[in-house]
């Protein structure tokens, strides 16, 4: 086994989701789920190869140089992946005005409404990519970010609370291509607010 190869990556799998959501089929979400197993799939074969280059001590080739590029792509889609679907439920509810997030985002964006719009304008951004809402272990500072392809985008050592899928994939079987709003206003109907809450530090 190369170098590089501790143990493989498995899929996690969902089964709160997998009769689908409130305005996200089962259908939509089956078609999601087998993305997410291409990207874990593909996290291993990278991971194998690039540790065939390694024990090799091959580190100049452009193979090498464009399998190290490309595993940022593949390994962050996989995650970003988990965080998602593990971040919804069916009829999520709304996160308690008295919880510590909600209390939180009012004192950082004036009110709960206010970082709510806020994400939902940054998810609704032409172009595919996530919308994330992050906290800054450091200073504690909660901010919505626009992270486009996988790799691009995340700011340094910050923990993901929310992630939200804009990729057409996550909604093109449901709505149409131009109907992203719609999909975003379902997302948010089925927001696992204790898991989010969970990830707050």
Request: aromatic share 16%; net charge negative.
């Amino acid at each position: 086994m190369p170098t590089a190869v501790m143990e493989k990556y498995v899929a996690k799998t969902f089964p709160a989701l997998e009769n689908g959501l409130d305005g996200l089929s089962k259908g939509q979400l089956e078609v999601h789920f087998k993305l997410y197993q291409g990207y874990v799939n593909n996290t291993n074969t990278l991971l194998e190869k690039i540790g065939k280059f390694i024990d090799n001590k091959d580190f100049g080739s452009p193979e090498y140089a464009e399998l190290k590029r490309r595993f940022g792509f593949e390994f962050d889609g996989m995650v970003l992946h988990e965080y998602y679907f593990d971040n919804m439920k069916p009829n999520g509810g709304k996160l308690e005005s008295g919880s510590k997030l909600y209390k939180k985002l009012e004192e950082q964006f004036g009110s709960y409404d206010q970082w709510e719009q806020d994400f939902k304008k940054t998810g609704a951004m032409r172009g595919i990519g996530w919308a994330i809402l992050y906290q800054d272990p450091k200073s504690g500072r909660l901010v919505n970010f626009w992270v486009s392809d996988h790799e691009y985008g995340h700011p340094a050592g910050y923990q993901p609370l929310l992630v939200m899928d804009v990729w057409e994939h996550a909604y093109m079987v449901d709505w149409q291509a131009t109907e992203r709003g719609n999909y975003i206003e379902a997302f948010f109907k089925n927001i696992n607010w204790q898991v989010v809450e969970s990830r707050l530090r």
